[in-house]
């Protein structure tokens, strides 16, 4: 079974962004695989059965952020315009493990895959 996790951290004040809702979709079939929300300390672990992943297909790891930072005392309240952060990949090997942390701001992010 392949392995989906990842970590949020808030690039704004270095802690973890912790209750942010995620969802894995199956790009061709919009499937949701997963909808969750990242744990009190920003993380997310979930297995998928092997059966239920296209080693060829393409899948979207999709952060809701916009409540996370309407929650947050920003100094510039209501600059925020990045609502979802949306990451394409793809799991070629059906028994990977694809950890795919982010660092999150209010208008930008960056993200990597942390493999084996």
Do not use: C
């Amino acid at each position: 079974m392949p392995l989906v996790s990842s970590h949020t951290l808030n690039g704004v004040d270095g802690t973890h962004a912790g209750h942010i809702p995620v969802r894995l979709i199956h790009v061709a079939s919009q499937k949701v695989l997963f909808e969750t929300q990242m744990d009190d300390g920003g993380r997310l672990s979930r297995s998928i059965e092997s059966a239920k992943v296209d080693a060829n297909g393409q899948y979207e790891l999709v952060f809701d952020t916009a409540a996370y930072w309407q929650s947050r005392n920003l100094p510039r309240q209501g600059a925020q315009i990045l609502d979802q952060i949306v990451i394409r990949f793809s799991m070629p090997d059906p028994e990977g493990q694809y950890h795919i942390p982010a660092i999150l701001s209010p208008n930008s992010y960056s993200v990597w895959w942390s493999g084996e």
